[in-house]
């Protein structure tokens, strides 16, 4: 019987995805001079276009296949608290961003902002996908590091991944997408179905 409900499942999912179009909206978050922006144009490549700006943040949308995606690239030079909780409030993902190669000052900064939003936002639950950029650079932390200086390991209440990228050599470009794509496959599942949130912790699996 088991085995039945979860072919069931199946076969409702895949009708789904092949009926409806999923729209995911992502906030890229980070500090001033953590790459995000360049994150954007080469994580999604040729399907993103630009609609404007709302709120002083620049606002693209990317289509592929069913997924439909509306990403807010937040500025980060003055970090205005109203604008991140804003933006964060109303996606459906966080994609946040750190310098891998930055100096302890600013991992401090950058740990400090992500714990704040995440406790001014407490009922607020987003997957979450962090990004050590520019690893490309000989001082650049890897995954364990990042992790370790942004205290993931404490964020047990919602998906957390972490990948090690660089935009300027395309180093796991595709696995930002390929997480992208996993998150709307999900949220199609819970859309069509009704499923609840699972139990989550920070995914080591992802530290490539």
């Known amino acids: 019987m088991l085995e ?38 080469k994580a999604f490549r040729d399907g993103l276009r630009y609609v404007g700006r709302q709120r002083g943040s620049r606002v693209y949308e990317y289509n592929e296949g069913c997924m439909s995606c509306v990403v807010y690239d937040v500025p980060g030079r003055r970090v205005s608290k109203a604008r991140w909780d804003y933006f964060y409030g109303k996606c459906d993902v966080l994609l946040y961003c750190v310098d891998s190669s930055e100096s302890p000052g600013k991992w401090t900064g950058a740990r400090e902002e992500l714990k704040s939003l995440l406790y001014r936002n407490a009922w607020t639950k987003r997957s979450m996908l962090v990004l050590g950029t520019k690893n490309e650079r000989k001082d650049a932390l890897g995954c364990i590091d990042i992790i370790l200086r942004l205290g993931l390991l404490d964020i047990t209440d919602r998906e957390v991944s972490c990948f090690s990228v660089s935009a300027r050599e395309d180093v796991n470009m595709e696995c930002i997408r390929a997480w992208i794509r996993e998150q709307c496959d999900l949220l199609r599942e819970k859309n069509c179905l009704g499923v609840g949130t699972r139990e989550w912790t920070v995914d080591l699996n992802s530290c490539l």
């Not at 069931?8 to 992502?26: A, G, H, M, T």
């Not at 790459?35 to 144009?41: D, E, P, Y």
């Open 4 to 41: 039945v409900c979860k072919k069931l499942r199946k076969k409702l999912v895949d009708i789904c995805n092949s009926i409806f179009v999923v729209r995911l909206r992502v906030v890229v978050l980070g500090l001033g001079r953590s790459g995000k922006s360049t994150i954007v144009m």
